[in-house]
Every structure is written in C-alpha cells, then in structure tokens.
C-alpha cells in the first residue's frame, strides 16, 4: 500500500497567498472578496508580463481555482482555522523580517515530497529532468533516477515553491532540447545528520558533504581531530548567519550561498563572451545571461540582481550598458515569471545588457 502525502498546492506565486489573507474582513472569509483581490494580484503580474513582452493586451485570468489552491495552503500552514478564520500566525506572513523563516518551516514540515525534492537537488548537485513531459512520462524517467513518484505538474509545483523569491532553496533554467536542470542555491543540513557525523573519517567531495562539514564546524558541533569528527562538549548551535527551522523531530539549518564581487564579475563577464559570440558590447538577453551565471556560481535569481545592480551603480573593472526591450519568451509559458529581468528606477525593464572591460586608466 503506497503512503499519501498531502498534495502541494499550485499557487505558483506566494504573492496570491499573501493578496488572499489580506482579503480578510473581520477575520472573516469571502469568497468573493478573497476572489477579487487575487484576481487583482494575478492582473497585475500579467500586467508586467505583457510590458515585458510587448503585448498590447494582458491575458484574462479569473482567479478562481488560484483562490482555492491559496485556500487550501493557507489551511495546510496553519493560517486559517477549519472555520476559515485567520490564525495569528498570519501576522508572520505579513511581516517581511519573518516571512522567510516562517514558510520556510511550515512548508519543510508539512509537505514530505517538497523536502525531498530540496534534498536529492542537494545530494545529486543537479536534477536533470524532461520540461515538457505529459501522462507517465515524468515519473518513469524521475523515479529510477531520483525517487520521484509523482507527476511533472507535482514536481514543478514544488520547483517554483522553492525558487520563489521568499523561499529561495533551489534555482533552474530550461534548456534548448527540453530539459529542465534544477540545482541548490542553499545549505540544507538537518542536526540529525549532522549528529550521524561523530566518529567518521572527514569527506568533502559531494556538495552535500561539504553542506554537512561546514555546517557541523560552523555551528560548533563537531570538531575534526585526525581527520575524524569529534563531539564538541556543547551541542548547542551558535554560529550566526543560518536560518534555524524547529522541526518536531529535528532542527534544519539553511545558509544562502553568496559570492565576493570579484568572483561574480568574472563569471558575469566570462559567461556573456560565451553568449556574445566574444563580442563586447554585443546585448544578450538579461534573462539568459543571468541563467548561465546563475548555474555557474549556483545562486538565486535575486542574488543575481543584486550583484549587477551593484555594479551598474558603482562600476568595478566592467561597463555594463542596461536597455530596455522585449523578451522573446513564448507568451504561455506559465513560469514567464522567473525570467521577468528587474527594473531601472524609472520603472523600466532592463531586457538587454551589453559589457565591456573599463579602461586601467
């Protein structure tokens, strides 16, 4: 008999979950308005899609199931009550310093199949799966590989859960024969197997034990003597700089994983002579170049954009040369939003950039 788990719901933006609670009056739900204000919300995303690509017109979207996926993961997170009223829980929803850590608990705790997909992106270094795959085919091509015994629209449900921009376990990029490759933006130990750890001799060649070592060291509970882990006298954490998420049986640390600026420019500029043909001040699409720099130094989209934000406001060893334009993105693609580039402070899309070497003088 095979288990149950509770399917993760396909809100796609967890800008909808936050649109709906809002919707809330008197700690009340109505369907209608709750319909109204997401419907509102997902305009408003179609809005800038359709300024991204150059369409004259937004697609029309009701928002009625969104309105029922975003209720039935208010009620798996413990936002609402079985008498559809707000829990106080939801004021940690609505605040942006506790935002994170709070989705980030309850979505690990509550949805087994999402932390094994965080996990084997963590273990494998990369999941290398089919894009476009319908019926059977998914699952027969993920389960012998990683497990996965469930369907292409579960798994990309949980692949844009974890890459949204609150969350940010995992990123990925499509490919040109159909693929999608997935790979960890963070480290993601638990104490568990960290505990696992005393007595073995000291490994470093996966990704995942790299994870388990410098977290075990950073947080002060193991020691390395002969090339073997030893228990510290206190096994209490302390290092700074991780998310702790209290699970019932188990503690999860979570770093993000950062670059210097120096580093980021160099991939920066190698990865855009790669897409240029070798040709500075060629413009490449913002998206596709933040895909392959993404993948090379394995972070996040909004890492990303902070870094080249940086350096087109305080320029280092390259100019770099934003403008405007449209993307060249089928105008269906549902996931469109994890390549909408960031704006100019005019409110501008920068769509293409262009990047060539300053002058030593």
Known sequence: MSRSYLRVPIVQRLEYLVAFIKSFRDNKFDEESA??????????????????????????????????????????????????????????????????????????????????VVLAARDTEELDLPFYAWGDTFRNEARPLYGFDFDRITFEAIRDLATHKWIRLINWYPTEDKRQIVYPVTSVVGFAEISCLAGLPVEQETFAQRCRHQTALDMGLLTVRDDRYEVQGNMEPKAQGYLRLQMDSDRVFIRDHDVSPNDFEQALWR???????????????????????????????QVFDNHLLSLIRDPRRLNI????????????LAHLGKFLPPKTSQGNFIVYLKLDRRSAS
């Not at 919300?41 to 029922?68: C, D, N, W, Y």
Request: one cysteine or more; hydrophobic letters at 35%.
């Open 321 to 332: 040369y934003p403008s405007g334009g449209m993307l060249n993105y089928a105008a269906n």
């Open 35 to 116: 319909q109204k204000a997401v419907q509102q919300q997902i305009h408003h995303f179609e809005i800038e899609k359709t300024r991204a690509l150059g369409r004259q017109r937004p697609r029309m979207r009701k928002g009625a199931s969104t309105v029922q996926e975003c209720l039935r993961l208010a009620r798996h997170l413990g936002l609402i009550d079985r008498f559809k009223r707000l829990t106080p829980d939801t004021a940690r929803v609505l605040d942006p310093d506790q935002r994170r850590s709070f989705l980030l608990e309850r979505i690990w705790q509550t949805y087994p199949r999402f932390r094994q």
């Open 271 to 301: 990865e855009y002579l790669g897409l240029s043909g070798m040709r500075p001040r060629s413009p490449v699409l913002y998206p596709d170049l933040r895909n392959q720099v993404c993948a090379v130094l394995r972070i996040s989209d």
